[in-house]
């Protein structure tokens, strides 16, 4: 009798995240209470707590779907439209950056932020010539780590947030900037920082890019910083318009990498081109041609202005109005940091007790190191939110002595 043959995925092991959003999200779903609330995802939502399609997004669409030339076939490029990529890159570093009139900026479409950083990441660990160990704050997005860790790197922290009064920790931050081994590499967000909302100002960021070009540092970060560029720093950007154009499902990123001159720059283009043929082939055209017609089209470029600045007013808004409800109640602690910080996300300080309390008891859901998505708040589930954070504070033994919990 022939021996039954074992299958080569027999033995292997479960899946361990070491992300606890998704279990999280799974508990959320299973809430049947007509009051749970989710505050744990970064999608902007409008006040009747509906997924916001942007009015811009809705008038490209439209467009696309008139054209009669629009079509599914392959594109001439694997790395995006020619255009798309020049969009982009005037956008993030301004439209008369000496670093686009001189070539020197090799882009390329990725998928969303975690492909564009998953990218930078395969970049450095081929290509980089010192095998530099990245460093990135301890308070930062939680696929960072997971992304640079699992294309190789070494992955250290970095001080940044100052719990006790709710702002950047700089001086901590300038340190071991300084400290830190020569030719290291940075993973840095420069506007409404995931998940503390605390951002560095001009000043600081100008001192850290002077810090960085002495010490050789390269830094990778997902937002444009035009001043960082200009100081002669290495940068790398991984940028997604799934926030800034509501297109979270269509995944558009883009990963720009700056270069000396316009012949690493073409280097490192053909680089980038190997690598998305062999990682994904090529990317969706759809989302990245929404982006490219927002972009070029000067009408529809200033709607999109217009819808940005709506939905940061309305997180605003409700940033100011949580505050005012939280110290109506006179809850416990100092709640300034609320309307300090900016952004879709708010760190309060509780505690895992509070936290799962919040959870359990009146079925609000906060990720576990604290992250309130003020993008989730609604004028329907705001005076809940507010009473549960009053109520479990209160029951709470580890309530703060008047110097400030968040």
């Not at 704050?137 to 922290?157: C, D, K, L, M, Y």
């Not at 290495?234 to 270069?259: D, H, M, N, Q, W």
């Not at 980038?272 to 990682?279: D, G, I, K, V």
């Not at 809850?331 to 799962?356: A, D, V, Y």
């Amino acid at each position: 009798m022939a021996q039954k043959q074992r299958h080569p995925f027999c033995d292997i092991p479960a899946a361990e995240y070491n992300e606890t959003v998704y279990q999280l999200i799974a508990e959320y779903r299973k809430d049947v209470a007509p009051e749970r609330t989710d505050l744990m995802v970064g999608v902007y939502q409008d006040d009747e707590g509906n997924i916001y399609t942007l009015p811009a997004v809705i008038e490209a669409r439209r467009a696309l779907f008139a054209d009669p030339n629009w079509h599914h076939g392959y594109r001439p490029s694997q790395i995006g439209s020619t255009t798309f990529l020049h969009a982009c890159t005037s956008l993030f570093f301004g439209e008369d950056s000496i670093l686009v009139e001189q070539r020197r900026v090799a882009a390329t479409q990725c998928l969303g932020a975690s492909g564009a950083c998953y990218m930078a990441a395969c970049l450095l660990k081929k290509h980089h010539v010192a095998s530099p160990t990245v460093f990135m704050p301890h308070e930062t997005w939680s696929n960072h780590a997971n992304i640079f860790e699992h294309a190789g790197h070494q992955v250290h922290e970095l001080p940044y947030f100052d719990a006790r009064n709710g702002d950047v920790d700089y001086d901590s931050l300038l340190s071991a900037a300084n400290r830190i081994p020569p030719e290291s590499v940075l993973v840095l967000q420069t506007a409404g920082q995931n998940p503390t909302g605390c951002d560095l100002t001009n000043e600081q960021w100008s001192q850290l890019a002077g810090t960085c070009a002495t010490r050789g540092h390269l830094i990778i970060f997902d937002a444009a910083y035009y001043g960082m560029a200009k100081a002669n720093v290495p940068v790398i950007l991984a940028a997604t318009f799934s926030k800034a154009l509501g297109l979270y499902s269509e995944r558009v990123g883009v990963l720009c990498v700056t270069a000396p001159d316009s012949e690493i720059c073409h280097r490192l283009e053909m680089q980038l081109r190997l690598m998305t043929r062999y990682e994904t082939g090529g990317y969706p055209a759809f989302g990245a041609n929404i982006v490219e017609l927002i972009l070029t089209s000067p009408d529809l470029r200033a709607q999109w202005e217009a819808d940005v600045k709506t939905m940061a007013s309305q997180l605003q808004v409700r940033r100011k109005r949580l505050r005012a409800l939280l110290e109506e109640l006179q809850t416990p602690g100092n709640w300034e940091s609320i309307t300090n910080q900016k952004g879709m996300f708010c760190l309060m300080r509780l505690t895992h007790h509070e936290l799962k309390m919040l959870r359990k008891v009146h079925h609000v859901y906060l990720q576990d190191n604290g992250r309130l998505s003020i993008s989730g708040i609604t004028n329907a589930n705001i005076e809940h939110v507010a009473k549960s954070i009053d109520s479990v504070i209160r029951a709470s033994s580890q309530v703060a002595n008047g110097n400030g919990r968040h």
